[in-house]
């Protein structure tokens, strides 16, 4: 194991304030002070600072990827992500209640048609029928079987001069 941690490594921090942080591990100069001392190691832990993941997580174990690499579900929040969802399938189900909807509108509107065209030969049938029976040959002839006679004029002529 080294002793000496590189310049990369000494960068690095794990999210907190820099001031001071950045060098958790200091060389200790008595045998005092020690904590947990590696082998052979001069370094030892100051104060109450724990170490971050990234001072435990040796720099060949990298497991985290550069954010620029990260694909575009791991770039978004699950909450966002969930948002989203929920929103489309909002968005869908309004979508097939507006087709299902529109379909039984189709379906009463082509039951009324027919109803309506229905009602509309009907009528002409009963007004056929009424005009049958109120025409004047009808009427003419039900009088005759009523005994009444037919004449030609109602009262003395009339003359206009002009």
Known sequence: MSTRRSTSQR???????????TNRLRRDTGSSG???????S???RHGTAL????DLEPPTNRRRSDPSDDTFLERIS?????????????????????VHATKNLLGEV???RSENQRLH??????????????????????ARELGLQESVTYGPPITIEE
């Open 11 to 21: 960068g690095r921090t794990s999210g907190r304030a820099q001031s001071g942080s």
């Open 34 to 40: 020690r904590r947990s001392p590696e082998r052979g």
């Open 42 to 44: 001069n370094w030892s």
């Open 51 to 54: 170490p971050g993941w990234t």
């Open 78 to 98: 699950t909450v966002r992500f969930a948002a989203v969802v929920l929103l489309l399938a909002g968005a869908f189900t309004l979508y097939v209640g507006h």
């Open 110 to 112: 082509q039951t009324l």
């Open 121 to 142: 030969l009907k009528r002409n049938r009963l007004q056929g029928e009424f005009a049958r029976k109120t025409s004047p040959s009808v009427i003419y002839e039900r």
